[in-house]
């Protein structure tokens, strides 16, 4: 009789090695301080470039013998390029990482608004803010991308609100660039030294700022199969909602912003200096809205804060446009209507995190880069529309057409699901 083979007993199982803790999952630290001062330092400079040509927009037309349909042609190229520059740059940004295409885009955009200072001509200039707005409109998603995948839930809003307060605080600098900068050097040189920051911020961005682990890990995960644009039209309903709601507030934002310094100076008779004092104070409200609607938004949800913001600023567009007659014989009225629309520009400090927390990780870059920049692509038509219409109706009654948009941007966000404290890999 043969002996009976003995089994040998099981290994003993293998505990999985602990997985590393994601930048989002602990406390709030230096290293996310770091990350959202960086991320702020490529956005203002990004948005002050982007809005500088509406602040030079009558010297530039002066020298150059640009009529308003030019100067709006030069005004909208600009934004249809950010278009382009948001899908090329939003799909890289998935592909290759976060922090690489901000370095990219911020030399871009450097370089074509130091350009811009060398136009002789209308081909010129549009070439020239064509390269400026390629870079601007791939900067702004992998910054949010990067903020929303490394901060805690819990603070997320009000850390990429603390991002985006660098467009009015990149409106700001433009106003005071061109009341005072540009009346002293000149708009060339005022273009030229605009360019210099990126500099700065490209070697600042290379040194110091992280990759984001989501994005490590969610490549690692996907074994480095890159970017599924077929991952959007499984969230395509999602994604059809945001792009309306980004679409009106977009409407709103550039109706109200793209010829405002233009209107008080040839409408309303107002000076470079005096218009530039004017819009200051908008900015003022503006950079106080951003502030303020990150932690609104973390403590009473997406959709209260987003839809109050933007009645407020519906409500503050319209004494300096179509009311301006009755407004006017106020006393502060025109001011304080121009800071409490500022202040309601703090809306888009709501975007960035609305898209991060209802896209997953591997289309998060992508659907940034095409929600924000596809929309404001659309702005292409806007300054154009504004010359056509104000030439017919009155500039007034044209720029009031931002309120109604912002109205309808803030009602229709309520079709969107409440994403606050959503963990950033909830879709992965």
Request: hydrophobic residues 50%.
């Amino acid at each position: 009789m043969e002996p009976v083979a003995k089994i040998p007993p099981p290994e003993p199982a293998v505990p999985d090695a602990p997985r590393e803790p994601l930048m989002n999952e602990g406390e709030a630290g230096a290293i996310h301080r770091r990350i959202v001062a960086l991320a702020f330092a490529a956005w203002i400079f990004d948005f002050y470039d982007l809005v500088l040509y509406s602040f030079l927009l009558v010297p530039v037309a002066r020298e150059l013998h640009l009529t308003p349909e030019q100067s709006s042609l030069a005004l909208g190229t600009s934004l249809l390029m950010t278009a382009l520059g948001g899908v090329i740059f939003g799909f890289l940004g998935d592909r290759y990482g976060r922090k690489p295409v901000i370095a990219a885009t911020v030399a871009i955009y450097g370089v074509g608004s130091a350009l811009c200072g060398f136009s002789q001509s209308l081909a010129q200039l549009i070439l020239f803010r064509s390269i400026t707005g390629l870079g601007m409109g791939g900067g702004w998603a992998p910054g949010q991308s990067l903020v929303a995948e490394s901060v805690p839930a819990d603070r997320r809003a009000r850390y990429a609100a603390y991002v985006q307060t660098g467009a009015p605080l990149g409106v700001l600098l433009a106003a005071a660039a061109g009341g005072y900068l540009a009346p002293a050097v000149g708009w060339r040189l005022t273009f030229m030294l605009s360019g210099v920051p990126a500099i700065f911020v490209v070697a600042a961005v290379l040194k110091w700022m992280p990759e984001s682990d989501v994005w490590r890990r969610t490549r690692t995960e996907l074994a480095d199969r890159g970017v599924d644009l077929r991952a959007i039209l499984v969230h395509r309903r999602i994604f059809a909602l945001l792009f309306v709601v980004v679409l009106l507030n977009s409407e709103a934002y550039w109706f109200t912003y793209t010829w405002m310094p233009g209107y008080l100076e040839l409408k309303r008779g107002f000076s470079a200096v005096a218009a530039s004092h004017l819009l200051i104070k908008m900015q003022i409200g503006g950079v106080l809205g951003y502030l303020t609607f990150g932690r609104v938004a973390d403590r009473f949800g997406r959709r209260p804060a987003f839809c109050a913001y933007g009645l407020l600023m519906a409500a503050g567009t319209i004494p300096p446009t179509i009311l301006w007659s009755a407004a006017v014989a106020v006393p502060g009225l025109i001011s304080a209507a121009m800071f409490t629309a500022g202040f309601g520009t703090g809306i888009w400090a709501g975007i960035a995190p609305m898209i991060a927390e209802l896209m997953p990780t591997r289309i998060r870059n992508t659907s940034l880069g095409l929600l924000l920049n596809v929309t404001r692509g659309f702005q292409f038509f806007t300054p154009i529309l504004i010359a056509m219409l104000g030439a017919r109706f009155g500039f007034g009654a044209t720029l009031s057409l931002g309120a109604l948009f912002s109205t309808l941007g803030a009602l229709l966000v309520w079709i969107l699901p409440e994403t606050r404290g959503r963990s950033i890999t909830a879709l992965d």
